[in-house]
């Protein structure tokens, strides 16, 4: 083999929405209400092996607003690649997906929020960038600490 063979590559094959989910359950009513919503936004990614080096990456944003208990609006996206990632050795595969895939796929993500929710009557919702590096170091560390007090509270057999 030559080396241009065994370099490792990352490219894009395919961005596309997988899933949009848009719902106004209070609707006409919640229209009336003069309070400003208290917005909530949740962020996963998930990443399978669809063989011969291609992934596929979703990231998810769910974003939910709130008057009190009632719910002004949900919108969930799921915004998705599949990334053909060749040659890459395992202990750099999982950043990959966890980091630099949902890294390219946020601004997508980004903009279908801020449309949907603007489709729905709302004023846009504009997503703040997100540090996907840092979630990532910070499941690991919780993982860890997971993985240490598990091991410290294993009583020996004998």
Known sequence: ??????APSFSIEKLYLKDLSVEVPNAPEIFLEQDAPQVEIQLQTNGQNLGSGAYEVVLTVTVTARIGEKTVFLVEVGQAGIFRIVN?????????IAVACPNILFPYAREVVSDAVTRAGFSPVVLQPVNFEGMYLSRLQEAEAQAAAAGAHEVPVQ
């Not at 083999?1 to 065994?6: F, G, P």
């Open 88 to 96: 890459v050795s395992e202990d750099n595969m999982e950043p990959l």
């Open 1 to 6: 083999m030559s080396e241009q063979q065994q």
